[in-house]
């Protein structure tokens, strides 16, 4: 067995607005996970970057229980590990810091296997632990991907959204748990919220994967998560609309929040919508009496990848 792995993971945005609990877009932010089998009974945790304050130091740790549970679904006992992370997906900001945490665990464990799984089984036994696939399932394969069940097994759809696509995040300083913002939505939608959103998710991929700017401002609207989300996160109407206006084709919810998500396609080096939209959603934020910071990034194509 090889003694040590280190894997690079991606952040990713769920949801775009109407892909709720099916599309996802993985993120050039990473963490980067070291795994090696420990000489000792107990596992060794260290983190660095952003939750190193927080995140467990045992056996606990999300990544090692992604590790943990690989070995026994091929019928084998887990090691003791040692884990290193660094980390710069802010946990709880809607950015899948959870998810990268299980897939880093579960890519880097893999590669001790006589016989890996593939990736294919890295996704059921990610969306096991996460519960969704619409943040594990970009960060396994990158780009943009839509998930959905049929004939008793997920199938993910995935490609690289056109060239030129950009990404503004803007992460007010506030705390919002996936399960809270989970807790607020209905257990039934009327029919026109339905067809709303399936009509918007469509239009959606079309403009992602063609790069037509026109339809993004009203294909990322929706009608099963945000409304009820909104007011759990102080601003954030204020900074959808805002960077709608300031230039972006597109903004949203990411994932579960609070973060915001703006994007359009940039056509040249003329092209000077970043700084009008980054300011834009600080300022609706900080309307708020949040305060936030802006990330610009743009899309990951590649999803984990093993480094050495």
């Not at 943990?68 to 019928?75: E, H, I, N, P, Y």
């Not at 991929?205 to 759990?232: K, V």
């Not at 579960?256 to 300022?283: Q, T, Y």
Request: proline fraction near 7%; hydrophobic fraction near 45%.
């Amino acid at each position: 067995m090889k003694r040590k792995v280190k894997v690079r993971v991606p952040a990713t945005s769920a949801n775009l607005g109407p892909g709720f609990d099916s599309i996802g877009l993985a993120l050039q932010i990473y963490n980067e996970l070291t795994l090696s089998v420990a000489a000792g009974l107990q596992p060794t945790v260290e983190v660095v970057g952003e939750g190193a304050a927080s995140l467990p130091r045992d056996g606990s740790h999300l990544s090692l229980r992604a590790a943990d549970s690989l070995f026994k679904a091929a019928g084998l006992k887990p090691p003791t590990w040692n884990l290193h992370q660094s980390n710069r997906i802010p946990p709880g900001s809607g950015l899948g810091s959870s998810a990268a945490a299980i897939v880093g665990g579960l890519y880097a464990a893999n590669t001790f296997l006589p016989d890996p799984f593939s990736r294919e089984r890295l996704l059921e036994l990610a969306i096991e632990l996460e519960g969704h696939p619409d943040n594990v399932a970009p960060a396994l394969y990158g780009g943009m991907v839509i998930s959905c069940r049929g004939c008793g097994r997920w199938h993910t759809f995935h490609d690289a959204p056109f060239p030129g696509l950009r990404l503004l995040l803007a992460l007010p300083e506030l705390t919002l748990s996936t399960s809270e913002a989970r807790r607020v939505l209905p257990e039934q939608v009327p029919r026109s919220d339905a067809v709303f959103n399936t009509g918007r998710a469509a239009a959606l991929t079309a403009a992602l994967l063609t790069g037509n700017e026109e339809p993004l401002s009203w294909a990322t609207e929706d009608r099963l998560h945000q409304p009820y989300r909104c007011p759990l996160i102080p601003g954030a109407e204020a900074a959808l609309a805002a960077a709608r206006r300031a230039g972006a084709s597109g903004a949203a919810i990411s994932g579960a929040g609070p973060s915001i998500i703006a994007f359009w396609f940039e056509r040249g080096e003329a092209d000077l919508r970043a700084g009008n939209v980054a300011a834009a959603l600080e300022d609706a934020f900080t309307g708020a009496g949040i305060r936030c910071r802006v990330i610009s990034t743009t899309v990951d194509n590649n999803g984990v990848t093993l480094l050495i």
